[in-house]
T-cell receptor
């Protein structure tokens, strides 16, 4: 029973275009959502987060959108760059301590030059 | 620069061996975590610790134990390694009250 779902295992985008990575969740108690980026042979690194009291958070080329009624969030990368090629994990937690953060299966993004 | 360091990048162990995975953080974080990453399953929490000598089970604790004798160090122990424990193991830490975690580089464990 996956509480956080990333239904697209992979995504391929041309350099300079927008990348949209999607994530769905089932637990309405989740109140904090995060995106992590992972390169091969490295640990995940935190990218951007959003609290359930917001519907959008922006950091440079990265924007996360949250639709609570649909239990859906998305990560937009504009413009996409080859260095963005990585696996992106969506994660959700129901507390601020991060004790029970639930991760999705990940989406592998390929940005073609 | 914050750092979480795992003692080994790659390990190969035999079935039935006792395996120790070590993790050290230099950020004085209260919380430390052990996850395993498997294709199609994402990261799954094995155990976490919110203080020295304190530990809590995560979602998949069976076959594992942990030890936290010092604040900066969190060890994962496979009491008797089995082939289904072949995986990427990731250690992480964070501050109390924050959810963003800092991860180590991972240990790829193969049990043969």
């Amino acid at each position: 029973d996956q509480q956080v779902k990333q239904n697209s295992p992979s995504l391929s985008v041309q350099e300079g275009r927008i990348s949209i990575l999607n994530c769905d969740y089932t637990n309405s108690m989740f109140d904090y959502f995060l995106w992590y980026k992972k390169y091969p042979a490295e640990g995940p690194t935190f990218l951007i987060s959003i609290s359930s009291i917001k519907d959008k958070n922006e950091d440079g080329r990265f924007t996360v959108f949250l639709n609570k009624s649909a239990k859906h969030l998305s990560l937009h990368i504009v413009p996409s760059q080859p260095g963005d090629s990585a696996v992106y994990f969506c994660a959700a937690s129901a507390d601020t301590g991060g004790f029970k953060t639930i991760f999705g299966a990940g989406t592998r993004l390929f940005v073609k030059a | 620069d914050v750092k979480v360091t795992q003692s080994s990048r790659y390990l190969v162990k035999r079935t039935g061996e006792k395996v120790f995975l070590e993790c050290v953080q230099d950020m004085d974080h209260e919380n430390m975590f052990w996850y395993r990453q498997d294709p199609g399953l994402g990261l799954r929490l094995i155990y976490f610790s919110y203080d020295v000598k304190m530990k809590e089970k995560g979602d998949i604790p069976e076959g594992y134990s942990v030890s936290r004798e010092k604040k900066e160090r969190f060890s994962l122990i496979l009491e008797s390694a089995s082939t289904n424990q072949t995986s990427m193991y990731l250690c992480a830490s964070n501050d109390r009250g924050l959810s963003e975690a800092f991860f180590g580089q991972g240990t790829r464990l193969t049990v043969v």
